[in-house]
T-cell receptor
Framework: AQSVTQLDSHVSVSEGTPVLLRCNYSSSYSPSLFWYVQHPNKGLQLLLKYTSAATLVKGINGFEAEFKKSETSFHLTKPSAHMSDAAEYFCVVSDWGSGGGADGLTFGKGTHLIIQP | DSGVTQTPKHLITATGQRVTLRCSPRSGDLSVYWYQQSLDQGLQFLIQYYNGEERAKGNILERFSAQQFPDLHSELNLSSLELGDSALYFC????????????FGQGTRLTVV
């Protein structure tokens, strides 16, 4: 079975400062990992994905994440926060494609990112 | 815009009733997934259809059912509704049977009163 733990339910940073959203995962197989963003009253948008290629993954809007197998982590970072980054962020794991069970995408509980002016 | 269309956007209904949520996937996508987002359970995978057939099942209640039609649109049927079924229901689609890089619709917010 697969699981995801987002270590912070809320993160508050000032505009222009770095963002770090933490995610740890558990998977019996070689997982695929994703970060999705959900703006208020909007659907989910894919920020970036890791599927066993380069461990440092670059996504949209300046976000990136690093897959660290030894630490079972997939933290999301951005060098400089913008007001438009305020949203809910979800770390997601899937091992369906690598031979795992049909568990679908497993979402973390989400991290609410607050940007202070 | 993800290209996935869900209708209606909002739905208010009474306990015990039955509702149908509709999803049109992105053009050419064969897979449709349904997810439920609630405050206490977070985002949970319900069910996947691929090219008209059920492909994977998650935490879907027996009171809920889904189907995918020949034109690839999908419907999620929720019956004998309870207050706890109030949630945001998302549909997602992808081009393959693998649950990777699914594109999500904007959701249907169901309120059961």
């Amino acid at each position: 079975a697969q699981s995801v733990t987002q270590l912070d339910s809320h993160v508050s940073v000032s505009e222009g400062t770095p963002v770090l959203l933490r995610c740890n995962y558990s998977s019996s197989y070689s997982p695929s990992l994703f970060w999705y963003v959900q703006h208020p009253n909007k659907g989910l948008q894919l920020l970036l994905k890791y599927t066993s290629a380069a461990t440092l993954v670059k996504g949209i809007n300046g976000f990136e994440a690093e897959f660290k197998k030894s630490e079972t982590s997939f933290h999301l970072t951005k060098p400089s926060a913008h007001m438009s980054d305020a949203a809910e962020y979800f770390c997601v794991v899937s091992d369906w494609g690598s031979g795992g069970g049909a568990d679908g995408l497993t979402f973390g509980k989400g991290t609410h990112l607050i940007i202070q002016p | 815009d993800s290209g996935v269309t869900q209708t209606p956007k909002h739905l208010i209904t009474a306990t015990g009733q039955r509702v149908t949520l509709r999803c049109s996937p992105r053009s050419g996508d064969l897979s449709v997934y349904w997810y439920q987002q609630s405050l206490d359970q977070g985002l949970q995978f319900l069910i996947q259809y691929y090219n008209g057939e059920e492909r994977a099942k998650g935490n879907i209640l027996e009171r809920f059912s889904a189907q995918q039609f020949p034109d690839l649109h999908s419907e999620l049927n929720l019956s004998s509704l309870e207050l706890g079924d109030s949630a945001l229901y998302f549909c997602a689609s992808s081009g393959t049977a693998r649950q990777i890089e699914a594109f999500f619709g904007q959701g249907t917010r169901l309120t059961v009163v």
